[in-house]
């Protein structure tokens, strides 16, 4: 089984973004998609994908969940991504919920958001653990509350993603629901190998 503490290859350091060519369809694909697509419709999504990921991450021994394993990079993450644990998925998947329901209360509410939004500062914890499960639930249902709390996701003002540029509240809405999406997969990749390895 892979070391938990010995990187088995050179990645690149986080921040580093995606391929040009990989984030210009990323770009043409939320142009077009994101105005289609109804705030209850990401919702659903969002939470339908949420589902999903704590159903992997359930079938999952505590101990097997914290082993960082290294797969081939998928559409969506970064190469410094590829080296995860099950728990650093949710890790990650609890901060970036966390900060997209706060950004959309203050944009929805033609309130700035102060915060710069940078892909090196939503990586997860190297150590997280079986917790990263609660915090996970937690996160989702405070997500959901909040939309619905809000009702009508709008607003003029947007807040800048280091990726998409600056985006409105259902900009960031739909982009919540497909992050759920890239990290599921990247979640079942990590699954396979561990039971491969294992």
Known sequence: MPSESILPVKLQPPGTGLPALELAFARVHARITWPLTSQAAALR?????????????RRVPAQQGRVRVLIDRILGIEDSSRYWSVFMVLDHLRIVDTGIAEILEALSHDRPYPTEVRIQDVKPRVDAGPEAIE???KAVAEYGATV???????????HAHPWFGPMTAHDWHCLAAGHHWIHRRQLERIQRRLMNEG
């Open 45 to 57: 999504r969002f939470k339908c994908e949420a589902d999903t990921i704590l159903s992997l991450a």
């Open 135 to 137: 915090d996970f639930i």
């Open 148 to 158: 619905h709390r809000i009702g009508k996701l709008r607003g003029r003002l947007r």
